[in-house]
């Protein structure tokens, strides 16, 4: 496993969480201010705030480069044999398995790094911390919806921005981040008012990321009935027949893949 040397940003690895509590004091600062002035935030300040939220968390993933959980190898194993036509088997010798997964797309997240011959450890890392990034938007995106107030969202973003073990996650090689942003963007969608078919995809993707990931739907379904008393709209209808009809699917393709060596 390749390791990362931290040294190379000395502040940061003195101590993150003393740099990280300076930081959010500024930040604060910048926000909170202009709130009790009654003043509006630039969107200069805005964007800058925004990206200076990412650089944090950057050096955070930067710091916990060299972490990697062995429980990711499973997944790797099972991306390796895909890409080698061997299906979704942890053994290749027709054995019974030792090891399962429960993250089929993160899975098949993995498989292009062996296609094109990329080491599979560093993709996955950079991917997370891609797919970390992502979920700070999503966040602050999501507090701007919720509230309607872009120091809300900031605040939100940095907030997350800010936990150690956000960045730690982020490289670790495991599906968290991933299953985090698709389901912080369930909720974008939904409080959007969003719904059709690609609510419906996005529900299905966040249970093919983790298989508790069905409970978005379940409580989605909940909901609509709920909210709806009894009477579901077109695009209700058309969300929840997407996610059924990709998750049987699913089911079958999976079950299937498994079965058999696909060369």
Do not use: H
């Amino acid at each position: 496993m390749v390791n990362f040397s931290v040294k190379m940003i000395p502040f940061v690895s003195a101590n993150p969480s003393v740099f990280a509590l300076i930081v959010l004091i500024v930040v604060f600062g910048a926000i909170i201010f202009p709130l009790y002035k009654g003043r509006r935030m630039s969107s200069r300040l805005v964007w800058i705030l925004v990206v200076s939220g990412i650089v944090i968390y950057f050096m955070q993933a930067l710091f916990y480069f060299g972490y990697f959980v062995d429980d990711a190898f499973i997944s790797l194993r099972y991306a390796e044999s895909l890409a080698g036509g061997y299906g979704l088997n942890f053994n290749r010798d027709g054995s019974a398995p030792v090891e399962g997964y429960s993250n089929f797309l993160w899975v098949v997240m993995e498989v292009p790094a062996f296609l094109v011959g990329l080491e599979p450890v560093i993709y996955v890392k950079v991917m997370g911390v891609v797919l970390g990034i992502v979920g700070l938007l999503l966040v602050y995106r999501l507090g701007l919806v919720m509230s309607g107030d872009e120091r809300v969202g900031l605040l939100s973003m940095w907030m997350v921005a800010l936990v150690p073990m956000y960045g730690l996650w982020s490289v670790g090689g495991l599906e968290t981040v991933l299953y985090m942003v698709l389901g912080v963007l369930v909720v974008v969608m939904w409080m959007g008012g969003g719904s059709g078919w690609l609510l419906g995809l996005v529900m299905l993707l966040v249970s093919l990321a983790r298989n508790e990931g069905l409970a978005y739907f379940l409580i989605w379904v909940v909901m609509v009935i709920v909210g709806g008393r009894g009477r579901l709209r077109r695009g209700e209808i058309i969300c929840g027949l997407v996610f059924i009809v990709g998750y049987i699917g699913y089911e079958n393709i999976s079950r299937d893949i498994s079965k058999r060596q696909i060369i």
